[in-house]
């Protein structure tokens, strides 16, 4: 599986972003997709998680009710939409694919990072 992500960018406290991750290869599908998220000085740190079946997702504490992931198995693409961003949210954040839940041990694929950076 090979991960393409876009769709970070510079914005403002309360602002919004929409994260892209392109997924290609034979078992893109059948895989669990998320976002993880690494700030200067912290761990790679999970962030959001849906399944293949698109019925069952997870959310990190501290982003539950301002992201949403969603995933278009026709395009092979998740998306992570983030409203009301906080500073603290600034972080370069990576798109993975694996077996549901993506425990980090288990990640099959990683994307590139894409910084996104929240302005005080």
């Known amino acids: 599986v090979q991960l393409q992500a876009s769709g970070g960018g510079l914005v403002q406290t309360g602002g919004s972003l929409r994260l892209s991750c392109a997924a290609s290869g034979r078992t893109a599908q059948s895989y669990a997709m998320g976002w993880f998220r690494q700030a200067p000085g912290k761990e790679r740190e999970s962030v959001a998680v849906?399944?293949?079946?698109?019925?069952?997702?997870y959310y990190a504490d501290p982003v539950k009710g301002r992201f949403t992931i969603s995933r278009d198995n026709t395009k092979n693409t998740v998306y992570l939409q983030m409203d009301s961003l906080k500073p603290e949210d600034t972080a370069v954040y990576y798109c993975?694919?694996?077996?549901?839940?993506?425990?980090?041990?288990?990640?099959?694929?990683w994307g590139q990072g894409t910084l996104v950076t929240v302005s005080s």
């Open positions: 993975a694919a694996g077996p549901w839940p993506l425990y980090s041990t288990h990640i099959r694929a």
């Open positions: 849906i399944n293949w079946r698109v019925s069952s997702t």
